[in-house]
């Protein structure tokens, strides 16, 4: 359709003069690959690798898991990407295989870049991988060299030395406290119910947490306790090991989406935690949670992006292999808008998650502005994706719908959009928030 | 021809609703968040005893005023009447009330072409070259490529169909001349392969024809034109009834779930989503109960307005209904989640909102 004849782009930037030709950019390049230039090199290579691994070991998976998740063993996946190295990316050597530098720059920018990748390819596969760095996080945020010493170096020497790997899951979420650990203003009333009971050497851990991502396959998880007496304030952070007496995994819930991946209950029946496995400090485990959250919130962004990216991938593929009335769709004008308006979205959410990565510290309003955004406009395109291919959007075989279900989720989760607003205003209320304009 | 009372309307829509709660209730349980199918004939059958759907059949108790009846042809009131039926099964199950919305606007062609016959479960094929539907394209069905093949009255042709455990098939095909609508009363020669879909799920169908056509009827333009009206009008319908029942169970929700010290009915983040989905569903049963049937041209495009409008409205309210659950609602316990699926299939099916909208632009044009 766009003839290549003195009209179009390239033949724009051959006719200019030699000066002028260094100055215009005349390439006929994706726009990934545009955007990957703007990244630091060894952000490339991860993003290049990432997106080789997807393509190799997610994308045939993902129809097959979304359809029967409950028969799927998702060790040898597992045991895959560690071996490629991202189950270890939240830390740089030796702790872990992220790159240094870029890493000095950006904690959370190398992880983000992965998440959309596989969340390309598919959501519950995506969230199976990933929801072990956000068991890792409050680790490595407890700043703590012995708990690094002890927890983290021996997982990546494991993980990277003997593709053994060690999963791992973040338990907040209690039946009756979901949005009120999120968000500090409702924490104040929260009604939690694990708590832990100090005894001889450690700790006893009672009660339930639910909708808990890897709950199920995990070897350790970062389990959130108050103090048996106190309120939220005392809350703190213990790793529970599979193997403890007393702690096993309930019910695996039935979801819409992100169907790979378990969210499942956890059950506390006196499980002793020695002392040792308090993460970070004693009672500070609302820190640590607040900023995790804040420190995750662009990676549930960049899955998102993959989700609606994946959507808009599978629907123009769609476009370039079926005619209507004799013309490939994608000839139609109509559809090009259609098209042009989710690439749209698609750049302004990258640019809104790589720009909240931006910072060596996660910042909390950056990470809330890009989560809700992020999550807002992939269910806006996944829709649009769906509505482009008329019928055919709404079947499984051409994975698009899927990406809407899988979508869905990332204005649930990480808090929901609600709470991220409000995250938003309570990190800039003393700040632009109180700008006065007049 | 307005031949129904406000009163009989409420009476029909109270029918529907005893049926639902006796009968149809029971088709979604924990182990089939998407309906116990088998259960499907029986209550299909049931639908039709009670009046609940059309037969082209003068002794079946809906012939005249079921879903898509015979006075739906020139009445408004019976076509509200369907509307209401149609919205009071989608607050219980969507995937029913698309099934009868089917089955209704089977019956509604045979009794337009005088053909009373007795038959069971539909397959209903729109030709896909309808879709996505140009309104040049319904008019001059000629300029649609041929991708099936007729002789010695067979038909060889692979389209997609709705319908449930199909017993017999009505097919819409173009012609040089025309549309013709071709009728099979067994479907033992007709492959049938389940097409798994977002939501509304068991329906839809790829279906193989290598059959014997048992009769052909032709059929006008306008004919073509007031199917597709009906066809867009009930989804409009099903789908302002599954957001209306995705807001009563949001609502009953926020007057048990606690979190920020209290009933989540008092945050107001949460009064937000409530008051916009409220907004979105009033206005897509204002723009249902404004349908009219007015000159043959304008009813369709109205038809698609009425579809884009509610569609689109109910879609967004459901999803604010779902996020007022938080994690619970994306859980298929909770049913809500089928509810978002169901109404975005329903936004998508026989013309997303992309291709109304330029419908709907076509239309103008041609006036
Ligand atoms: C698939 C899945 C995976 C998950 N994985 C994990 C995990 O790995 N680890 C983990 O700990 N948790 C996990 N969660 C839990 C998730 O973070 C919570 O579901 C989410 O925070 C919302 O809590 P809730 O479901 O209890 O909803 P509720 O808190 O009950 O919210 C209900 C509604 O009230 C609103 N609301 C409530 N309080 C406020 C307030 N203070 N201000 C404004 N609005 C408010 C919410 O926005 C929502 O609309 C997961 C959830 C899901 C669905």
Redesign the interface.
Known sequence: MYIDNYLSLRYSKESLPLLGKLLVDGKYQSLWDYDTTVLPRKVRKWRKKAKAFSRLYIRPLAPVVD?NPYDFDPQPLIKEATRWGFQTIIMPFPFGSAALMPYLRSTTLQVAVIAEEFATECGGLALLLLAHHLGVAPLLLSGHIPTWLKFLLPMYIKGAWFAKPTTMAFAI?EP?????VE?S??A??A?IQVTATPVNGGYLLNGTK??ISDGAIADQVTVFAKIKGEEVDSWTCFLVKKCMKGFSAGRR?????QRAAD?SELIFDNVFVPRRNIVGKLRGGWALNQNVLNYSRPVVAAMALGHARGAFERALHFCNHNY???KKLIDYK?IQY?LADMLIKLESVRMTIWRSCAHFRACQSLSSIAKVYASDMA?EIC??A??????A?????YGV?KA??DA??T???EG???IN??AIIEHQYTTDVAIDTI | MDTLSQATIAEFEQLTANFCKKSLLHYIDEHH?DGNFTLLPSLVDEACAIGIIAKANASAPGYDYGVWGKQTIDSNDAIQSSLIMLATLAKTCASFAFLVHIQGIAANILIRNNMETDYHYPLLILYDGL??PYYS?LCNPS???INYTMENNYLIHTS?GYGYNPQYAIVFLPESTGWQCIYFNNTDTILLQT?????IRGL?YRARFNSKITHSMSADTHTIEMLLAYFWLGLAAIATGVAHSAYQKAIEYTGER?????LIKN?E??QM?LGNAKANIEASKRALVTFELVDSSAVLKHAAQTRLTATTLC?QAV?DC??VF??Y?????FGI?KK??DC??L?????????MK?YIAQMEMEE
């Open positions: 359809n979420t009756e406290a979901g949005s009120d968000d203003i409702g104040k009333d009604h639910v909708f819930e039935k979801k819409m989406g969210a209507y009335m004799g109509e259609e269910v829709k649009q769906m509505a482009i291919m008329g019928d959007g709404i079947y499984h075989e719908e809407l279900r869905r989720l204005q649930i989760y929901t959009n609600q607003r409000y | 968040p879709f996505p394209l300029r649609i490529p997609m097409i798994k879909t977002h939501g839809t606690y979190q920020r010290g209290g945050i983040s949460v989503l879609s999803t779902l996020q938080g994690g609602g994306y859980m298929e316990d989640e978002f699926r975005n299939t936004l998508s099916i026989g013309g997303s909102p992309f291709f330029q």
